[in-house]
């Protein structure tokens, strides 16, 4: 992974994703906290913000911003060997955020990125088998089920429990309106 990428900010018709910063750290804070978060995501403190947020040979994040606020946050991580490479995903809205296509919109964002910028043809995700909206939202956007990885994640209790691999590929991908692919003709 190119530990120095430098994020680009990606725009669409609601929402603007714009690379996290340091400035960020509390606000990503009282986002990961909100119950309806930490129910997925787990208990985060500062030493936990700084291992998943700020470590760029872990993932590269984007604070999902609508108006002034910041309503949520997406992740994506890469695999650069070229016999595999794909990206993985990850997002969470803040809880007055949900409901409203935020997300779907947030990932198509990213997704035309991951494909037409960084080369990507294949993109996965995996949430909990029990999360029956993130599941909906991700299926909107094109992923499909792979398989159940058991015991996979520790959840806010501590407990294990299993996540859907779900994976969407290059050429089965619904790009964002005003967005083109790779392989579009220019006018």
């Given at each position: 992974?190119?530990?120095?990428l430098?994020?680009?900010?990606l725009?669409?018709?609601?929402l603007?994703?714009?690379p996290?910063r340091?400035?960020?750290?509390r606000?990503?804070?009282?986002?990961?906290?909100?119950?309806g978060?930490?129910?997925?995501?787990g208990?985060?403190?500062?030493?936990r913000?700084?291992?998943d947020?700020y470590?760029?040979?872990?993932?590269y994040?984007?604070l999902?911003?609508v108006g002034d606020?910041?309503?949520?946050?997406?992740?994506?991580h890469?695999?650069?060997?070229?016999?595999?490479?794909?990206?993985?995903?990850?997002?969470?809205?803040?809880?007055?955020?949900?409901?409203r296509?935020?997300g779907?919109?947030?990932l198509r964002t990213l997704?035309?990125?991951?494909?037409?910028?960084?080369?990507?043809h294949?993109?996965?995700?995996d949430p909990?088998?029990?999360n029956?909206?993130?599941i909906?939202?991700y299926?909107k956007?094109?992923?499909?089920?792979?398989?159940v990885?058991?015991?996979?994640?520790?959840?806010?209790?501590?407990?294990?429990h299993?996540?859907?691999l779900?994976d969407?590929?290059?050429?089965?991908?619904?790009?964002?309106?005003?967005?083109?692919?790779p392989d579009?003709?220019?006018?």
């Amino acid at each position: 992974m190119d530990i120095n990428l430098t994020l680009p900010t990606l725009e669409s018709e609601h929402l603007v994703l714009r690379p996290l910063r340091r400035s960020d750290a509390r606000t990503l804070l009282a986002l990961l906290q909100q119950p309806g978060v930490a129910r997925w995501w787990g208990a985060y403190d500062d030493e936990r913000i700084e291992r998943d947020f700020y470590d760029p040979a872990w993932a590269y994040t984007y604070l999902i911003v609508v108006g002034d606020t910041a309503a949520g946050v997406l992740q994506f991580h890469e695999v650069p060997d070229p016999d595999y490479k794909s990206a993985g995903v990850d997002i969470t809205l803040g809880e007055a955020y949900r409901d409203r296509g935020l997300g779907t919109e947030a990932l198509r964002t990213l997704i035309a990125y991951l494909i037409d910028e960084r080369g990507h043809h294949r993109v996965t995700i995996d949430p909990a088998t029990d999360n029956p909206r993130a599941i909906h939202t991700y299926e909107k956007v094109g992923f499909r089920p792979v398989g159940v990885m058991r015991k996979y994640e520790r959840n806010i209790a501590g407990e294990w429990h299993d996540s859907l691999l779900m994976d969407l590929l290059a050429e089965e991908f619904e790009r964002p309106e005003g967005t083109r692919g790779p392989d579009s003709a220019t006018s």
